[in-house]
């Protein structure tokens, strides 16, 4: 009983309190659809509030047959999209998604995508793990625009 302490102390040195996951908060927006597109975009804005980095790895929702990031970049006039296998965050980092640039596509639409209604999405991320949320369905971005952005 005497060794006790030294048997307590080397289990809470070996637990790992620091490794906490990060902190992910998601917020954006989905341009509406008419009937017949079977694809849609989503801009997504990421804040990794935790203390450590992370990578979104997959995203998801019940209105389409697959969500993934895509980067859009213009090369001797022609614009190009490539898939983003995953996506690292930094700590601290925010990343926002904007129509140009990064954004989700989503296709396979199984119905059109209404203005004035909410998007259901659940984004994987490496650490910390699943996170769900909904972003309204709109012409152009809400005015949360602070003028400055990650990449």
């Not at 989905?30 to 975009?41: C, D, L």
């Not at 990578?55 to 969500?67: F, H, K, M, N, Y």
């Not at 993934?68 to 690292?88: I, K």
């Amino acid at each position: 009983m005497r060794n006790l302490p030294l048997v307590l102390a080397a289990v809470l040195i070996g637990t790992p309190a620091v490794a906490k996951a990060p902190t992910i908060r998601v917020s954006g927006w989905a341009r509406p659809t008419v009937a017949p597109q079977k694809s849609a975009a989503v801009y997504l804005s990421l804040h990794n509030g935790g203390p450590g980095s992370d990578r979104l790895l997959a995203i998801s929702t019940p209105v389409a047959g697959s969500a993934s990031v895509h980067s859009t970049t213009m090369a001797g006039g022609v614009m190009r999209m490539r898939g983003v296998a995953s996506l690292p965050i930094a700590a601290s980092q925010r990343i926002t998604m904007k129509p140009g640039g990064l954004h989700v596509m989503l296709t396979g639409l199984r119905a059109p995508l209404r203005a004035g209604q909410k998007l259901p999405l659940t984004l994987r991320f490496e650490r910390a793990g699943l996170v769900r949320t909904s972003v309204p369905i709109q012409m152009t971005a809400a005015s949360e625009d602070h003028g400055h952005h990650g990449h």
